[in-house]
């Protein structure tokens, strides 16, 4: 059930190794603040979400989750589940996610692109 899933995510979500620094500070390249994750104490204070799609692509929009539906139910083989919490006032905040790709065509090798330059048309 989606209910169990947020009981484990909550658990994860209050484990110590959210409270320990990154090891290796130098690798990350985003900012710490901007991916900070909030604090939670409840499973009220965010929810799982899937991602809306539109002819099978993802839109940039997500959808909550029925606490009461089967996980096997609400999404399908390999689709991720997002987190969305909730601010002081209960209102859901957008996901923040950044997705690696996953087909070896959708990397962007920079190595072989000196040099090279589109035409103008």
């Not at 009461?68 to 969305?84: G, R």
């Amino acid at each position: 059930m989606v209910a169990e899933a947020k009981a484990e995510a909550l658990t994860a979500f209050t484990s110590s190794v959210l409270e320990n620094p990154e090891p290796h500070p130098e690798l990350m390249d985003e900012d710490d603040e901007e991916w900070r994750v909030p604090k939670v104490s409840s499973v009220d204070e965010f929810e799982l979400a899937r991602a809306a799609k539109a002819q099978g692509r993802p839109t940039g929009r997500y959808e909550k989750l029925d606490p009461t539906a089967q996980l096997k139910n609400v999404v399908s083989n390999w689709d991720p589940i997002f987190v969305q919490f909730r601010d002081e006032s209960g209102e859901l905040l957008p996901v923040k996610v950044s997705i690696p790709p996953i087909l070896p065509e959708e990397y962007e090798d920079t190595s072989t692109q000196k040099g090279k330059r589109k035409a103008d048309e």
